[in-house]
Structures are given as C-alpha cells and as structure tokens.
C-alpha cells in the first residue's frame, strides 16, 4: 500500500507563502488523483486540491482558488502545495491523501493518509 509523509508546514504572516510536499512512496496509478486536506480544530476535514499523476487535471477549493497552486514531480513521486497570499482562516493541519475522486461535485479520500503537517498563519 502506497505510504505518504507530508512535510514543510510552520508558521507563517498573513499574506505570507509556504510550500507544503508529499511524498509518496509505493503502488501509485497514473489515473489516481492525490488530494490535499485540511482540518482545523473542532471541524471537518475538508478538500483543498488535487492533481492527477499524468494530465493537466488539476481541482481546487473555491477557498483557495488563485492563491494555492498544487503540482507534481512524478520522477521524485512527490505532490506539492504552493500556499500564497495566506490567510487566518488556512491555519489547519494539511494531510495529503492517494486516492481522491469526485463525488458528485465534491471530492472525496479513499486512499492513504500522510501523517499531516500543521500550517499556522498568525501575526
């Protein structure tokens, strides 16, 4: 089973950047879509982006759009999440998941979970 670590979270200003990765490692499928989440305290985990292993495919939360850009590096089976123009509201922990599909006009995770990296945005 595909085996996931996320990593480059911290804190940062309002209005600042951070760029999260994933790394995958293991049985990856160039038709799957890996996912970002993010879940802040007392809520729900909720969809942030996703991008398919081949393709320009790529699907964003109506939160983020224009801000966040996710992409890939198939050679190093690694996922990104260029976080710009950040917010309050994006402090959560992010966690990336292998498998993601569109339900209908939601996404949704049935594959692995990375561990998680927390995002602090704070003056």
């Known amino acids: 089973q595909v085996q996931l670590d996320e990593s480059g979270g911290g804190l940062v200003q309002p209005g600042g950047s951070l760029r999260l990765s994933c790394a995958a490692s293991?049985?990856?499928?160039?038709?799957?879509?890996m996912g970002w989440f993010r879940q802040a305290p007392g809520k729900e985990r909720e969809f942030v982006a996703a991008?398919?292993?081949?393709?320009?495919?790529?699907d964003y939360a109506d939160s983020v759009k224009g801000r966040f850009t996710i992409s890939r590096d198939n050679a190093k089976k690694t996922v990104y999440l260029q976080m710009n123009s950040l917010k309050s509201e994006d402090t959560a922990v992010y966690y990336c998941?292998?498998?993601?599909?569109?339900?209908?006009?939601?996404?949704?995770?049935?594959?692995?979970w990375g561990q998680g990296t927390q995002v602090t945005v704070s003056s």
């Open positions: 998941n292998s498998d993601s599909r569109v339900r209908g006009t939601s996404w949704l995770a049935f594959g692995s």
């Open positions: 991008i398919r292993w081949t393709g320009d495919v790529t």
């Open positions: 293991g049985r990856t499928f160039s038709n799957y879509y």
